[in-house]
C-alpha cells in the first residue's frame, strides 16, 4: 500500500494564485438541479481531491471544467484569467486535460490513429506507456481488442503527454488491477512533485490520503467545505459528504444471522466443464439457492466471457449449464431470462436506454416476449416498478431521462429492473465500480438481503474487500480456469490476491514479483 | 478549512422559458404553426375560413400518416424511404384491379405488395442488418420495377377511383373532412401504441440502446420485422387515401411525399438516430410543412424558388427547434 504523502502545501500557507479557480458554478437540467453552487479553488502542484456522494455533481462539475457541457452560472478562472470553456478544445488549449470514468479512444482505430486524432505526441506517450507499467504496447492493436483496464491507463498516457496544467482523473483507479492502479498512483504523485496540478475523484480513502493535499466536498451540487488531507479527517470528510444524514460509515462485518442457509440439495445454477474458445477453460462451479458466490480475478481472465455465456449472450463451446437440476442451452439473454437468470452488466451504458424514463428501463423486461406486446396494464406496473424503486431507494427527481441520474442512480436502475422482474438469480458484474460509499453499502445490503429470500447472486468483483462483505463463498479465476475455491472465512486478502495471480495456495509471494506477473498478457499468449 | 455558502444566483428570464419548451416541446411547435397561419392571413387577408382549413387537413392527413411511418422506424433509429413507392403501388393496384374485380378482393390485392415490401424490409434490416436507409431504398426502387411491369399488362383494362375512395379523399362532411374518418382512429392507434403498449415501449428501448433490449431479453428481429410490415401496411392504406384525393393514377403518385414525411417528423421532434419522439409531434410537423407550402405556393414564386426557400426553412425550422428543446 502507499504510504501517506508528507503534505507539502497546508491551507496556512497558500500561494497567492490558485491555478484553477471555479466560483459559483450552477448547473440545471430541466427542473433538476445537477450544480447550485459548487467552487474548487487548485493550487499549482497540488493534487486536489474532489469528493461527494452520489449525485452531488461531482461528474457535473468535471464536464464543466473540461467543457463538455456548458454552465448555467459561475465563473471559472485560470491562472487569473477568466476561461471560458465552451467546448472541450477550449479547455484543452487553456491546459486542463480529463480522463473520464469511460474510456475515450475511438473503438475502431488504432492507438496510433487515436493519438493523431487529438494530435498528442508519440514518443512521450510511449515513455509515459511504460512509465504505468505497460511495457510491450503495441501502438497499431485496434483499440477494441484493447481490454477495459488497459484502455484507461492509454487514455492516462495520452492525457499525460501533453502535460496538462490541470489534470482531471475521475475515478481513475476503479476497475484497474492492483499492479496498474499502483502504478497509475505513483505517477499521479509525481505529478503533484513536478509542480502540476491534478483534480482527483475517487471513492477510496486510502489513496486520498495516500496522495492528495488538500479535498474540496460536494453535496447536493454545493461546495460544502475544503479540507486539508492529514490523518483522521476521513470521518470529518464523510461527515460533511452525508450532511444531515449522517450514518455510520463502517460497515460491520457481515453478521452471522445474516448468513443465508444455504439450502436445497439440487443446486439453483450448476456449471460443469465450461468452454468458451481459448477464454474459457473447463469451468465448473455450483451456485446454490440464498447463496451469494463471489468470483474474483484480475482484469481479463475471462470472467467477462463468463457471465457473458451464463447470461445468454454468447454460446459455450463446451460443458454444460444445468439450471435447477435441468440442462439448459442459452442461445439468447431470453432463453437465460426465461430460466429466471438475470444479467447485470458492470457498464450501465450497456444496460440502460438512457433518454428514457426510470419507469421504462425498470419495466423494460415486462414487454420483451412477444405475448407481451400488448397494452401495458399501466397500473399494475406502476405499483411493480415503485415498489422496486422504493427497495432500492433510487432518487426520482429526474425520472423522466436516466442519463439525468446520477451513475449510482443509474446502478440501482439496473438491478430494479431484476427485483421488480423477480428473477431468481443475478449475475452482477462489479456493480459498485465508481459509485459511492453510501451507495456501495446499500447494494452489499440488498445482495444479501436477496441470498437471505433464497435467491442466488454470483458477484464478480475488482475489490477485495467487497468479497468478504457479501459473498459466502468465493471462486477465482484465472487464465480462463477456477483455480480456487474459498469460504468466505478463509478469503482474505492474502489467500486471494496469490490465488488470483495463479500461484498455488500456501505460496510465498511478494509484491515486488506480483508487479511483473502479467496475467492478461500471458493468457493472450497462451491462447 | 474554508467554508463556502453563497446564495445561488437567479435564474434568468429567457432561461426558465427555454426549460418551459424544453419540457413541453409541442408548445413551440404549436407557436410556429399558428405563427405560419397568421402570416397567411395577413398576406391574404380572409384566406384563412373553413374551406381553407379543411383543404389543408385533406393535403395533411396522407403526408401525416406517412410521416407516422417515419416516426415509428426513426424511434428504432431507423427510416423507411419505401412508403412512396409502397403507397403508389396500393393506388395503383387498387384504381386498375377494381374495374374488373370485387371491391374487397382488389383490396386485397393492393395491400399485398406493402405486406410483403414491409416483410423484406423487416427481415433484411432486422435479420440481415442491412442498414435501413439501403434496404428500403433498395425494396422501393425494386417496386417501382414491378409496378411498371404490372402497369403494361393492364393498360388496356383502364382505371378507376373506387367512389369510396374518392368519398374519403375529397368528401367534406359538415365542414369536417372525411378523410378524418380515417386518420384520427389510426393517429389515436399510433399514440396509444407507442405509450401504452409492449411494443410501442420496445421500439423505443431498441432505438436508443439495442444492446440494453437484448439484454432485457428482447428478440430484435421480432420487433423490426412487426415494425416494418405495420409501417409498409399503413403507407398502402395512405396509398387508396390518397389516390381519393389526387384522382390521378401515376406511377409516381406518392413519391414526392417521402422525403416531405421524414421532414415532418424531425421538425415534430422525433431523432433519427432512434429512442426519443412521439407522434403528436409529427401531427404539428405535418401540419407545418403543409401550410408552409401553401404559404409558398401564394407567394407566387417560380417552382425551383419556392422549393429553395422550403429547403431552407426545413432546415432553419429544425435546427432551431433542436435548439430550444435540447437543454445541454
Known amino acids: 500500500m502507499l504510504e501517506p504523502r508528507t503534505p507539502v502545501l497546508t491551507t496556512n500557507e497558500l500561494p497567492k494564485s490558485p491555478l484553477l479557480d471555479a466560483t459559483g458554478v450552477a448547473k440545471n437540467y430541466g427542473a433538476v438541479a445537477a450544480l447550485r453552487n459548487a467552487s474548487l479553488s487548485v493550487l499549482p502542484g497540488e493534487v486536489h481531491a474532489l469528493m461527494g456522494a452520489n449525485g452531488a455533481g461531482k461528474s457535473t462539475l468535471v464536464k464543466i471544467l473540461t467543457g463538455a457541457i456548458n454552465a448555467d452560472a459561475g465563473r471559472i478562472l485560470i491562472r487569473g484569467q477568466l476561461l471560458d470553456v465552451r467546448s472541450p478544445a477550449a479547455a484543452r488549449r487553456a491546459g486542463l486535460l480529463p480522463v473520464y470514468q469511460e474510456p475515450s479512444l475511438i473503438p475502431d482505430l488504432d492507438v496510433l490513429s487515436n493519438l493523431r486524432l487529438t494530435g ?69 504523485r509525481r505529478q503533484g512533485d513536478a509542480g502540476r496540478s491534478v483534480i482527483f475523484i475517487s471513492h477510496r480513502f486510502v489513496e486520498i490520503s495516500a496522495l492528495c493535499d488538500r479535498a474540496t466536498v460536494l453535496r447536493d451540487g454545493s461546495t460544502v467545505g475544503v479540507v486539508d488531507i492529514e490523518p483522521g479527517i476521513e470521518e470529518k470528510i464523510v461527515e460533511m459528504m452525508l450532511g444531515t ?130 397494452p401495458i396494464r399501466m397500473r399494475r406496473e406502476q405499483v411493480v416498478v415503485s415498489g422496486a424503486i422504493g427497495r432500492l431507494q433510487i432518487d426520482t427527481r429526474a425520472q423522466g431521462e436516466v442519463q439525468r441520474l446520477s451513475g449510482g442512480n443509474q446502478q440501482k436502475v439496473t438491478i430494479a429492473r431484476w427485483i421488480a422482474a423477480n428473477a431468481r438469480t443475478i449475475l452482477c458484474f462489479d456493480p459498485t465500480r465508481g459509485i459511492d460509499v453510501g451507495t456501495k453499502q446499500e447494494i452489499y445490503k440488498l445482495l444479501r438481503e436477496l441470498a437471505g429470500q433464497g435467491k442466488s447472486v454470483l458477484f464478480y468483483t475488482s475489490e477485495m474487500e467487497e468479497v468478504q462483505r457479501v459473498c459466502d463463498r468465493v471462486i477465482v479465476i484465472f487464465g480462463g480456469r477456477v483455480v480456487d475455491t474459498f469460504p468466505v472465512e478463509e478469503a482474505d486478502e492474502p489467500a486471494l490476491m496469490r490465488a488470483a495471480y495463479g500461484l498455488p495456495r500456501g505460496a510465498r509471494a511478494d509484491v515486488g514479483i506480483l508487479a511483473d506477473v502479467r496475467p492478461a498478457s500471458d493468457a493472450e499468449a497462451a491462447s | 478549512m474554508t467554508d463556502i455558502a453563497t446564495m445561488p444566483q437567479p435564474v434568468s428570464f429567457g432561461r426558465r ?94 395491400m399485398l405488395p406493402a405486406v410483403l415490401i414491409g416483410l423484406v424490409n423487416g427481415i433484411g434490416v432486422g435479420v440481415f442488418r442491412v442498414h435501413p436507409l439501403i434496404m428500403t431504398l433498395g425494396t422501393s426502387l425494386i417496386g417501382t420495377g414491378f409496378l ?58 431498441v432505438g436508443d440502446n439495442e444492446r440494453a433490449a437484448r439484454l432485457s431479453g428482447v428478440r430484435y428481429w421480432q420487433v423490426i420485422v412487426a415494425l416494418y410490415v405495420l409501417s409498409s401496411l399503413l403507407a398502402g392504406i395512405t396509398g387508396l387515401l390518397y389516390i381519393g384525393l389526387i384522382k390521378a393514377p401515376s406511377l409516381s403518385l406518392a413519391e414526392p411525399l417521402v422525403l416531405p414525411s421524414v421532414a415532418a417528423a424531425v421538425i415534430g421532434g422525433t431523432s433519427i438516430f432512434g429512442g426519443r419522439g412521439g407522434y403528436t409531434g409529427t401531427i404539428i410537423g405535418a401540419l407545418i410543412l403543409t401550410v408552409l407550402t401553401t404559404l409558398l405556393t401564394i407567394l407566387q414564386m417560380p417552382e425551383g424558388g419556392r422549393r429553395i426557400l422550403f429547403g431552407f426553412i426545413v432546415l432553419f425550422v429544425t435546427a432551431a427547434y433542436l435548439r430550444i428543446v435540447e437543454d445541454r
Open chain 1, 120 to 188: 498528442t505526441p508519440v514518443e512521450p506517450f510511449r515513455a509515459w506507456v511504460r512509465e504505468l507499467g505497460i511495457p510491450n504496447l503495441d501502438i497499431r492493436d485496434t483499440a477494441r481488442d484493447i481490454p477495459l483496464a488497459i484502455l484507461r491507463v492509454l487514455d492516462l498516457a495520452r492525457a499525460l503527454a501533453v502535460e496538462p496544467d490541470v489534470l482531471l482523473l475521475d475515478e481513475m483507479t476503479a476497475a484497474l488491477p492492483a499492479n496498474l492502479a499502483e502504478k497509475v498512483l505513483e505517477v499521479v
Open chain 1, 245 to 374: 444524514r449522517i450514518e455510520k460509515t463502517r460497515v460491520a462485518a457481515r453478521a452471522a444471522n445474516d448468513v443465508a442457509v444455504v439450502g436445497g440439495s439440487r443446486p439453483r445454477l450448476s456449471v460443469r466443464n465450461l468452454q468458451l474458445g481459448t477464454k474459457l477453460n473447463d469451468v465448473s462451479f455450483d451456485l446454490a439457492n440464498g447463496e451469494v458466490v463471489g468470483v474474483f480475478a484480475l482484469e481479463g481472465q475471462g470472467q467477462d466471457e463468463l457471465f457473458a455465456t451464463l447470461a445468454g449472450s454468447i454460446r459455450p463451446t463446451g460443458g454444460t449449464i444445468d439450471v435447477d437440476g435441468a440442462p439448459v442451452k442459452f442461445s439468447h439473454p431470453s432463453d437465460a431470462i426465461q430460466a429466471g437468470i438475470a444479467y447485470v452488466p458492470g457498464d450501465r451504458t450497456e444496460a440502460l436506454a438512457m433518454q428514457r424514463s426510470v419507469r421504462e428501463n425498470i419495466a423494460l423486461p415486462f414487454s420483451a416476449g412477444l405475448r407481451k406486446w400488448g
Open chain 2, 17 to 110: 422559458i427555454k426549460r418551459f419548451m424544453a419540457d413541453r416541446p409541442l408548445i413551440p411547435l404549436i407557436i410556429l404553426l399558428v405563427i405560419l397561419v397568421v402570416i397567411l392571413q395577413i398576406l391574404r387577408p380572409g384566406i384563412v375560413n373553413e374551406r381553407w382549413l379543411a383543404n389543408t387537413a385533406k393535403f395533411a392527413i396522407p403526408l401525416a400518416i406517412l410521416a407516422g411511418c417515419q416516426t415509428m422506424t426513426m424511434l428504432t433509429g431507423g427510416i423507411d424511404l419505401s412508403v412512396g413507392t409502397v403507397a403508389t403501388m396500393s393506388a395503383f393496384i387498387m384504381a386498375t384491379q377494381i374495374v374488373n374485380q370485387d371491391p374487397a378482393v382488389a383490396f386485397l390485392l393492393a
Open chain 2, 148 to 205: 411498371q411491369v404490372y402497369q403494361r399488362t393492364v393498360i388496356a383494362s383502364g382505371a378507376k377511383i373506387p367512389d369510396f375512395l374518392n368519398w374519403l379523399g375529397t368528401g367534406v362532411t359538415y365542414g369536417f373532412p372525411n378523410a378524418l374518418l380515417l386518420f384520427v382512429p389510426v393517429a389515436v392507434l399510433i399514440v396509444f401504441m407507442l405509450n401504452r403498449t409492449g411494443f410501442g415501449r420496445l421500439l423505443y428501448a
